[in-house]
T-cell receptor, first 109, second 114 residues
């Protein structure tokens, strides 16, 4: 079956750095997405990786290793507003998005 | 600004009535849109794939007659929850993809059936 694994919850301190990992096992691979979702709101797009390596976007970076079926989202200079759930999703061979359960990130002052 | 608009954002309806939710892609054409359901503290659950001009593809376990999907144009898909019951209360979210690398979500609709 297809599977996306990410930690259920993480806690970090304001101003610090946090890395959220995602491992996947899917039938085919056509890209990996990271989304941010605040409670009660729809997800918002953060990043897309299809080739191995690091993609940097301001305070957020996303890394992909296709051979390891692994990605991480790196958040720097954490702010209180970064408290949210972070969803990892992979497009399989049918270009269907397979979703992880999300990682709830709690930022403490 | 939003590239996918979903309406309404909140709706409360009586048990047994039907509710229609609209999803529009604002500045691009979407031949395919997706409808998700999300329960509190859980991930997105794909309900169906809406295909413009043809029948929707439903995921296993999703009742086609209860969740009617219409994708009449390249910018509009609708989800109608028919004969709603309290167990249908949930957060419904649509998404549309622009190319292969961008997927945008609507704002979501919180449905409460009383």
């Amino acid at each position: 079956g297809q599977n996306i694994d990410q930690p259920t919850e993480m806690t970090a301190t304001e101003g610090a750095i946090v890395q959220i990992n995602c491992t996947y096992q899917t039938s085919g691979f056509n890209g990996l997405f990271w989304y941010q979702q605040h409670a009660g709101e729809a997800p918002t797009f953060l990043s897309y990786n299809v080739l191995d390596g690091l993609e940097e976007k301001g305070r957020f970076s996303s890394f992909l290793s296709r051979s390891k079926g692994y990605s991480y989202l790196l958040l720097k200079e954490l702010q209180m507003k970064d408290s949210a759930s972070y969803l990892c999703a992979v497009k399989d061979s049918n270009y269907q998005l397979i979703w992880g359960a999300g990682t709830k990130l709690i930022i403490k002052p | 600004g939003a590239v996918v608009s979903q309406h309404p954002s909140r709706v409360i309806c009586k048990s047994g009535t039907s509710v229609k939710i609209e999803c529009r892609s604002l500045d691009f054409q979407a031949t395919t849109m997706f409808w998700y359901r999300q329960f509190p503290k859980q991930s997105l659950m794909l309900m169906a794939t809406s295909n413009e001009g043809s029948k929707a593809t439903y995921e296993q376990g999703v009742e086609k007659d209860k969740f009617l999907i219409n994708h009449a144009s390249l910018t509009l898909s609708t989800l109608t929850v028919t004969s709603a019951h309290p167990e249908d209360s949930s957060f419904y979210i649509c998404s549309a993809e622009r190319g292969d690398t961008e997927a945008f979500f609507g704002q979501g609709t919180r449905l409460t059936v009383v």
